[in-house]
Nanobody, 124 residues
Framework: QVQLVESGGGSVQAGGSLRLSCAAS????????MGWFRQAPGKEREFVAA????????HYADPVKGRFTISRDNAKNTVYLQVNSLKPEDTAVYYC?????????????????WGQGTQVTVSS
C-alpha cells in the first residue's frame, strides 16, 4: 500500500491561489491513477480531480473546472493540485488518494489509499 503525505494547504483570501502537493512512497507510484478529494465541515467527502498514470487524462468535478489543475511528476513520486480563484466554499480538508479506478467527473469507484489531509481555508 502506498503512503501519501500532503502539504501546501493554508489560509487565503477569496481569489487567491495555493499549490497542494502529495508525496507518495513506493516504487509503483507511476502506475497509479491519483486524485484529490475534499471534505468540508459537516459534509461528506467529495471528488475534486483525478489524473491517469501518464498524466494524459484528467477528470474534474464541475465546481472546480477551470480553476483547479491536477498534475503529476512521476520522477518525484508527487501529484499536485493547483487551486486558483479560490472561493469560501472551497474551504475544506483536501485529501490525496492513490490507486483509483473507475474515475469520471463524478468520482471514482475504487480508492486504494488516502493521505492524512491538508486544510485549505478561504476567507471572503
Amino acid at each position: 500500500q502506498v503512503q501519501l503525505v500532503e502539504s501546501g494547504g493554508g489560509s487565503v483570501q477569496a481569489g487567491g491561489s495555493l499549490r497542494l502537493s502529495c508525496a507518495a512512497s513506493g516504487r509503483t507510484f507511476s502506475s497509479y491513477v491519483m486524485g484529490w478529494f475534499r471534505q468540508a465541515p459537516g459534509k461528506e467527502r467529495e471528488f475534486v480531480a483525478a489524473i491517469s498514470w501518464t498524466g494524459g487524462s484528467t477528470h474534474y468535478a464541475d465546481p472546480v473546472k477551470g480553476r483547479f489543475t491536477i498534475s503529476r511528476d512521476n520522477a518525484k513520486n508527487t501529484v499536485y493540485l493547483q487551486v486558483n480563484s479560490l472561493k469560501p466554499e472551497d474551504t475544506a480538508v483536501y485529501y490525496c488518494a492513490a490507486d483509483l479506478s473507475g474515475c469520471s467527473g463524478y468520482g471514482c469507484h475504487y480508492i486504494g489509499s488516502w493521505g492524512q489531509g491538508t486544510q485549505v481555508t478561504v476567507s471572503s
